[in-house]
């Protein structure tokens, strides 16, 4: 039925999103197109044109008598009326998001037919799961640390060993700095779909199974309301070891609070595992979480590795046991959760590590905006990430606008002309006389004058995106000389276009409608396949205007796809090489001095935070 297994899943999970109502709307229409009603096998519709196929919208249904028959009342343009049915070979990166076939027939979702399951269905293209036990491209971009505990005990016998008085002072420091506590479960799935977590998330885990765990330990989560994970080994209970010890009946109760994560850590702790024979790793990796099970009543789906030594052989017996998730640690190297090589390896950072690391902590950029909208009321952010070997620098929140200089300057010099928090270098212009303001192409800034382009110049810009800026929304439409070199044809591209206040056009889509751009895509534009510093600017999934630079050189199409990981629904090229340049708060954030610019793109604080600002300045 499908032709991969990843098709079904997506499709199943964009389902799992909606609510009970679409639910109900696709059981009817499954029902109703697998087994009773088979004069829609007659029907066969052409797409009549590249652009309906791009928004899966096709001609030739004659009727809509079969929408009747399985009882839905849809919202759906009259153009685009029978356009559920098709047997066309459809292109999935244009049209997704739930096609799936049988008898050569295939129900399409779409945002005509379909607007709430349409959405539903991208929201969880973000969120799908990676193969087992591979971690999600956009978990990777945020900052989870896991903090490792171990003995707690009123007098300090090893360095690693904390104080219950030391343990209640780190508890209020993450109260007072705003960290989020989260669970074993929130993390995995985290890391397995890349959704974004609460503000400054943190894990906190306790290892081997001591008294202290749950005479000091324990009240405390209880007090702040923190979760976190116990990792024990099976003969630690029987309290013969040389420190304290929980018991089967404390381990129980511990188990039975949803605050706590129970993981298994062998069944002796042996030091290395990697040294085991097969038959012992069946013992202390598999028996020990069914012991686990067995006496505690509930699942065990999560091990943590002694000492943190493991290899691939290791794994395997981790995964054949049926783990979801293992943690390790190393004293060479400590990492943040989405820095682990794969679920099974699980990086973590020693507890006194907390102050150092913690301000690090972030979830990742939020999901995607309820109504595919915008938010234009986000504070404003500076982040820095490495993937793939490409650094990047990235600015989120506030509300998009342009600056068109009467010059040519350094961004920040531009930006200081206005309330503007952060800047990148902005479109193409004239490099003809050093002080030139002319812009390559149709120019408008901040609802000032709109400055036509040269009419020579313009049919080469002929299909690059043309950015069209209002105060609640921003549009990318190719563009096309005959049509939008006058207000005329720029405000004929919306309903409200008269409110449009900035306009101009782009060097190349690097994302579009949430995917990266293929090579082909980006046609005769100069130097795009050659690694260059970028600059670039859109709107991210979750509706918020983001800008940026990459520190070090990459090619386009590398980038659009790292910009795609990050969550960008839309993405464009700004002038870059030479020109690329981003400053925060006044500052250059480059470690050069770029070429003067006459236009940059902006970030400006939304209202309600500049009367704030205001205010306390009253």
Known sequence: ????????????????????????????????????????????????????????????????????????????????????????????????????????????????????????????????????????????????????????????????????????????????????????????????????????????????????????????????????????????????????????????????????????????????????????????????????????????????????????????????????????????????????????SIGRFGQSQLQVVSPEAWGGYPGEHLEGGFNFTANITKREHKIDGVELIIINGGKPSTIHADSRYQVPEIMATSEAVAAVDGAFFSLKYLDSNVMIGPVMSGGGEFVPGNTSENPRLNGRPLVLMSDKWVKFVPFDANIHNSWQGVTGESEDGEFITDTFVAAAWLVKDSMAQPYESFGNLFDFHVPRHRAFWGIHRSGQPMIGVSKNPVDSIELGKILQQLGFRDAVMLDSGASTSLAYEGESLVGYIPRPVPHVVVLLPSVSLLLENTDSRE
């Open 1 to 344: 039925m499908f032709s991969t297994p990843s098709q079904w899943f997506s499709f199943k999970l964009a389902l799992c999103c909606s609510s009970g109502l679409l639910m109900a709307i696709y059981s009817l229409i499954l029902v109703n197109l697998f087994y009773q009603d088979s004069s829609i096998q007659n029907n066969r519709l052409t797409a009549t044109k590249l652009e309906q196929e791009k928004n899966c919208q096709f001609s030739g249904f004659e009727s809509s008598n079969h929408l009747s028959k399985l009882g839905l009342n849809l919202n759906y343009a009259p153009e685009a009326i029978g356009t559920i049915f098709s047997n066309n070979s459809l292109n999935l990166q244009d049209c997704l998001r739930g096609v799936i076939s049988h008898n050569r027939q295939q129900l399409i979702i779409s945002p005509t037919i379909f607007p709430e399951l349409w959405k539903a269905a991208k929201n969880a293209e973000q969120a799908v799961p990676k193969p087992f036990p591979y971690i999600h491209e956009s978990a990777r971009a945020a900052k989870v640390p896991i903090f490792m505990y171990h003995d707690i005990l009123p007098r300090k016998e090893v360095f690693f060993d904390v104080t219950p008085e030391e343990l209640e002072s780190h508890f209020k420091y993450i109260q007072e700095q705003g960290l989020t506590p989260i669970s074993l479960d929130l993390l995995l799935k985290h890391l397995q779909t890349g959704i974004s977590l609460p503000d400054k998330p943190i894990l906190l885990s306790f290892d081997d199974g001591y008294g202290g765990h749950y005479d000091h330990v324990y009240p405390l989560l209880k007090k702040y309301n923190y979760p976190a994970v116990f990792s024990v080994y099976v003969t630690k209970m029987e309290g013969k070891t040389a420190r304290s010890s929980l018991t089967w009946e404390q381990l129980q109760q511990l188990a039975n609070d949803p605050l706590i994560t129970i993981a298994s850590h062998t069944i002796s702790h042996p030091r290395d595992l990697r040294e085991l024979s097969d038959d012992e790793l069946f013992q202390e990796v598999m028996m020990s979480k069914e012991i686990l099970e067995k006496k505690l009543g509930i699942p065990i789906e999560y091990f943590t590795y002694p000492e943190g030594k493991h290899d691939a052989r290791v794994k395997q017996w981790a995964i054949a046991a049926g783990y979801k998730m293992a943690l390790s640690m190393s004293n060479e190297e400590e990492i943040f959760a989405g820095e682990s090589p794969d679920l099974l």
